[in-house]
């Protein structure tokens, strides 16, 4: 599985540094807000995992399955729930935890979803940040790192449901994607 990787873009320990620092913000941002914190599977799960448990005051979880690559690596730009939250939403401080934002469309649909279900307030937290390829006006509240536009994988981040359990996000060798 390794040897599927270029390059390391992001060590385990670079994550781990960045997750605490947010910790830190989140935790004064969100001290008494009691917030429903939300993971979009499957992506977001380690990421999620380990930021909660840098967040020291209350928070509630959640899961929303939503996908809109499949099995592509470019996406599609439809948004199909899979799963829905657990939890109402309405007058909730709601923090949506993404492993990357690419063209935003996911982070739209769920946005307008939570806005719509009357959310006291949305904000986001993501791991990656890739502004480049932006289609829609979401602009992540905490970000852990901005990444080039190269085909990223690891730590949460899949190519053909692959990958998943990388404990760094590096960059998947083109052949790897080009010969599938
Ligand atoms: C990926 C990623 C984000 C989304 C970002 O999820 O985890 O959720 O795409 O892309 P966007 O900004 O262009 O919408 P994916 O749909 O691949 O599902 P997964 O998390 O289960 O891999
Ligand atoms: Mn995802
Ligand atoms: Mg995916």
Redesign the pocket.
């Known amino acids: 599985m390794n040897e599927d990787i270029k390059e390391v873009l992001y060590s385990k320990q670079q994550i781990e540094e960045v997750s605490k620092k947010i910790g830190v913000q989140l935790t004064n941002d969100y001290a008494d807000k009691k917030p429903l914190v939300i993971c979009v599977l499957?992506?977001a799960v380690l990421f999620m995992a380990d930021i909660i448990r840098k967040i020291d005051t209350y928070v509630e979880i959640d899961f929303m399955d939503v996908?809109s690559?499949g099995e592509a690596t470019v996406s599609s730009g439809e948004v199909k729930i899979i799963k829905d939250l657990d939890v109402p939403v309405e007058g909730r401080d709601i923090l949506i935890v993404e492993d990357i934002i690419d063209t935003g469309k996911t982070l739209q649909c769920l946005v307008n979803l939570l806005k719509h279900r009357k959310a006291a307030s949305v904000k986001i937290c993501t791991l990656l940040d890739k502004p480049e390829r932006r289609m829609e006006g979401i602009i992540p509240d905490y970000v852990g790192f901005q990444v080039p536009n190269e085909f990223v994988v690891g730590y949460g981040?899949?190519y053909k449901g692959m990958y998943r359990n990388l404990p760094y996000v590096g960059i998947l060798k083109s052949e790897v994607y080009e010969n599938n």
Do not use: V
Request: net charge neutral; aromatic share 16%; charged share 35%.
């Open positions: 499957k992506g996908s690559y981040l899949d």
